[in-house]
C-alpha cells in the first residue's frame, strides 16, 4: 500500500510543498555531533519516534486542525512508557499507514529491539520514558520552542546519554 503524504493537501499546495522541499537545505552545514559521555554499554537510551504516537489514556494528537488545515501539524508530544506494547497505544498520524505500527510497535517505536541491545550487553540501559510528535510540521517554532524543551528536561532528569530517533 502506497502512503499519499499530500492526501490531504490541494494540488496547488502540493506543488509548493514540493517546491520547498526541493529548495531545502542540503549539505552545505555539518551535522552536529555529540560523542558519548560513557560506551554505549553503559549508557541509557531513549527512543524518539515521529509517528504521533499516544498511550490509551493519553490525549491524542490533534487530527481534525489538520484536516481543516493542512498547512498545520499538532505541535505538541506525548511520553511513552517503556512498558509499552501495542495493545497501550494509538497512533494519529495521517501521513502514514498506522495498521502496521499497531501490529508491531517495534516499526515506530522498536521498545522490544532496544531491550534486546540491553540483554545483550550493547547498551546500558532504557530510560523509562520515550516520547513521540507528529512528523508532519511545517512549521515547528512551536515545537521546537516548547516541546523540545520539556523532553530534554525529562531526559536530563531521567539521566538519558542517547537519543535514538525513529522517523517513520
Known amino acids: 500500500m502506497t502512503i499519499d503524504s ?11 510543498i514540493r517546491t520547498l ?7 552545505e ?8 559521555a560513557r560506551p554505549l554499554s553503559a549508557a541509557t537510551v531513549t527512543l524518539v519516534s515521529t ?8 490525549m491524542l494528537f490533534d487530527t481534525e486542525s489538520e484536516r481543516a488545515n493542512p498547512w498545520w501539524g499538532d505541535p505538541s508530544y506525548r511520553i511513552i512508557p517503556r512498558t509499552a506494547t501495542e495493545g497501550d497505544i494509538v ?33 546500558g540501559s532504557i530510560a523509562p520514558s520515550h516520547y513521540s510528535f507528529q512528523g508532519y510540521l511545517l512549521d515547528p517554532r512551536e515545537f521546537l520552542s516548547t ?17 535514538v ?3 517513520v
Not at 499530500?6 to 509548493?16: D, E, R, V
Not at 552545514?29 to 558519548?36: A, G, H, Y
Not at 504521533?52 to 493519553?58: N, V
Open 6 to 16: 499530500f492526501k490531504y493537501l490541494s494540488p496547488t499546495s502540493t506543488a509548493i
Open 147 to 163: 516541546s523540545v524543551p520539556a523532553m530534554v528536561e525529562q531526559m536530563k532528569r531521567e539521566a538519558v546519554d542517547a537519543v
Open 29 to 36: 552545514e555539518p551535522i552536529p555531533w555529540t560523542p558519548l
Open 91 to 123: 497512533a494519529s498520524h495521517l501521513h502514514i499507514d498506522n495498521a502496521y505500527l499497531l501490529r508491531d510497535l517495534d516499526v515506530a517505536l522498536p521498545l522490544r529491539r532496544l531491550d534486546e541491545l540491553v540483554r545483550a550487553g550493547f547498551v
Open 165 to 167: 530517533f525513529v522517523p
Open 21 to 27: 522541499i526541493a529548495m531545502g537545505p542540503g549539505t
Open 51 to 58: 509517528a504521533a504516537l499516544s498511550t490509551k489514556t493519553d
